[in-house]
């Protein structure tokens, strides 16, 4: 009697306990069902369940998709041949993890990240398959979006780049035209000599009082106007090769180097150019494209003291060390820049100048050379007398 009223109570102990877990257990499942994203196939592959957190991800209700296969969710993106292998993994080694792209009800897409089982019951029976996952939507959408970002700011980079090459294209075929007038210039003269020496040769023949020595002379003279032209082309030739190759230069050869083709001009314009160099660093750089710099700015000088017609023209060239660097001061007698104009100088195409005498890229495409290219720094500023660019860069 004791016994058997003993193990009823155990029983009703047992019973109690058994109706706790179960109520666990429901909760635990109500949780799930809300929270995660669960679905569950038969051993053919037709859907036997889906939690409600898969309800609200795809756009289906359960009765949509019971007795379905999960080609129902497949996004067209993604290929038939993904859910071949899915099934080919599952069916060898049981599990198969992995992100996949699907298609809720009204057509938007979605990603999920899947971990997929193979299920058993006690006996060790297969019984189909459970999948759990989570929405990884957001996170691919951020990765999409970094994506047009990137994709966005490397366009917009390469379109500013083109337009840079352009406007030194542009200002480089400026300085081409300008350059041919300076070639012109500096042929007038030899070309105007060897023509008067023909004519007095050609007169002695027809005059009938030819002389061999003379004659000699005089054509050795025409060969040597002749080397002069050849040599000035080179000269122009060696400043317009498109090398972006480093050299080594000081100060003095650059600024000569720039002399050299541009002083014949100034000179007939009266213009003296006075020189000190304080420097002899050899600079490590683009020497051609500096050439072209201080061109530019002995070109600017040239410029507004033929607009201002000023009287005593002259271009102070010095080079100084500063620290680790290595300098170059221009300065001209033209009056400045117009104190509202100093910060435009460097912008593209600011000019005073009419249309056809300055495309305003001179300036622009200096700095550009100096800062960009060969990390000095290009400034203006004035002085009592004209304008003076200072060229820094380092040694
Ligand atoms: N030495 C200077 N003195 C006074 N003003 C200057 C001097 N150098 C430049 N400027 C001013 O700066 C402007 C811009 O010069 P920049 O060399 O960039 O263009 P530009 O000479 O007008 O045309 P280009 O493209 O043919 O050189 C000039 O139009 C001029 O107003
Ligand atoms: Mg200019």
Redesign the pocket.
């Known amino acids: 009697m004791k016994r058997t009223s003993h193990s009823l109570i155990m029983d009703q102990d047992l019973l109690d306990e058994l109706m706790e877990q179960t109520h666990l257990l429901n909760h635990y499942k109500e949780m799930i069902d809300k929270n995660t994203i669960v679905s569950m196939t038969d051993e053919s592959g037709f859907i036997t369940y889906i939690s409600e957190a898969f309800e609200k991800v795809s756009g289906y209700s359960k009765r949509e998709v019971i007795g379905r296969t999960h080609a129902l969710f497949r996004h067209p993106d993604t290929p038939k041949s993904f859910y071949t292998d899915m099934w080919h993994t599952l069916k060898t080694v049981q599990v198969w993890d992995g992100e996949v792209k699907n298609k809720r009800k009204d057509g938007e897409a979605y990603w999920l990240r899947l971990h997929i089982e193979y299920n058993k019951d006690s006996k060790g029976n297969f019984r189909g398959y459970s999948a759990t996952g989570h929405d990884i939507s957001n996170k691919i959408h951020l990765e999409i979006m970094t994506k047009e970002l990137e994709y966005r700011v490397a366009t917009e980079v390469e379109k500013n780049r083109l337009q840079t090459t352009q406007m030194l294209e542009q200002?480089r075929l400026?300085?081409m035209g300008?350059m041919i007038r300076m070639i012109a210039h500096q042929w007038r003269q030899p070309l105007a000599s060897i023509a008067a020496i023909s004519s007095t040769l050609t007169l002695d023949v027809i005059m009938d009082s030819y002389k061999k020595e003379f004659f000699e002379e005089r054509l050795e003279a025409i060969g040597d106007l002749a080397q002069h032209l050849s040599l000035t082309i080179d000269d122009f030739r060696g400043f317009f090769k498109e090398t972006k190759k480093k050299g080594a230069a000081t100060w003095e050869m650059l600024t000569e180097g720039s002399l050299k083709i541009i002083e014949p001009t100034l000179q007939t314009h009266s213009i003296t150019v006075e020189r000190i160099y304080e420097s002899d660093k050899l600079l490590h750089t683009y020497t051609n494209e500096i050439r072209q710099v201080i061109l530019?700015?002995f070109?600017?000088?040239e410029?507004?003291f033929s607009e201002k017609k000023i009287k005593n023209a002259t271009i102070w060239v010095r080079s100084y060390q500063k620290g680790s660097t290595a300098c170059l001061s221009?300065e001209?007698n033209?009056?400045?820049?117009?104190k509202e104009?100093l910060s435009?100088?460097?912008?593209?195409?600011?000019?005073?100048?009419e249309k056809k005498?300055?495309?305003?890229?001179?300036?622009?495409?200096?700095k550009t050379i100096i800062e960009e290219h060969c990390k000095g720094k290009l400034t203006?500023h004035n002085t009592e007398r004209?304008?003076l660019?200072e060229i820094v860069l380092p040694i």
Request: charged residues 20%; aromatic residues 12%; glycine residues 16%.
């Open positions: 200002s400026a300085q300008e530019n700015i070109k600017n000088a410029d507004v221009i001209d033209g009056g400045g820049i117009p104009l435009k100088v460097f912008d593209p195409y600011f000019s005073t100048k005498d300055g495309t305003g890229l001179g300036l622009y495409m200096s203006a004209g304008a660019f």
